[in-house]
């Protein structure tokens, strides 16, 4: 048999001996057309043909097996897929969680008598640059510094001569939060609004001597 040259075109040779040409179907011969149209090129022609039954084998091919077909067993049963164990997934802080450590921070800030502790004040100066400092629990007038008159008399009237108090007791009888602030500045934790009336109206009376001390 004559050896085809390398520079020869398939069309210049004859084809090997044993091979047998498929002849194209009508969808691969509509393809060779238009690709011979878009060319510019005279159909029929063996360039195109040629092309077109490249793609028309290439599509006759039947689809490779996938991998779990090839590593069936001969029941015909897929082979199991191996899965990695899995670690447990470390449990994400939840706002729960979260909501907890806040309601127990706060309540480690808290005086259980009223107030903030010292530990709740240096809180807040850390979070809001608040320099916070105790309630100044001298009852008597006279034992006040001016400093402290207008300390104890703005905390009063502040709290107990607004327009509506807050609740001063709750569900179960107990004194809330805002009653006991009374304590943390020396007073007695009121039990009913004329009480809380006589510590603001107390209030008053400091702010009043702390002016006149001043403008002396």
């Not at 048999?1 to 002849?23: F, I």
């Not at 009888?173 to 609004?193: C, I």
Request: charged letters at 35%.
């Amino acid at each position: 048999m004559t050896q085809a040259r390398h520079d020869e075109q398939p069309w210049e040779h004859a084809a090997p001996r044993g091979t047998r040409s498929k002849a194209l179907t009508p969808a691969a011969k509509a393809a060779a057309k238009r690709r011979a149209k878009a060319a510019g090129r005279p159909y029929p022609n063996l360039v195109d043909n040629m092309q077109a039954a490249k793609r028309q084998k290439a599509a006759a091919k039947p689809k490779a097996a996938t991998k779990t077909q090839a590593t069936a067993g001969a029941s015909g049963r897929p082979a199991a897929k191996k899965t990695a164990a899995k670690r447990p997934a470390a449990r994400k802080a939840s706002a729960k969680d979260h909501a907890g450590k806040s309601h127990e921070s706060k309540a480690r800030g808290r005086d259980p008598e009223g107030g903030l502790t010292a530990a709740g004040r240096a809180d807040f100066r850390r979070r809001d640059g608040a320099q916070l400092k105790p309630g100044v629990k001298k009852q008597r007038i006279s034992d006040m510094t001016p400093e402290e008159m207008r300390r104890k008399g703005s905390w009063a009237t502040r709290f107990f001569g607004r327009a509506e108090l807050p609740a001063l007791r709750d569900a179960h009888g107990k004194p809330t939060r805002f009653a006991l602030s009374a304590h943390a500045w020396g007073e007695p934790v009121p039990r009913t609004e004329a009480a809380a009336r006589r510590i603001a109206e107390k209030g008053r009376r400091l702010l009043a001597r702390y002016r006149r001390l001043r403008d002396a």
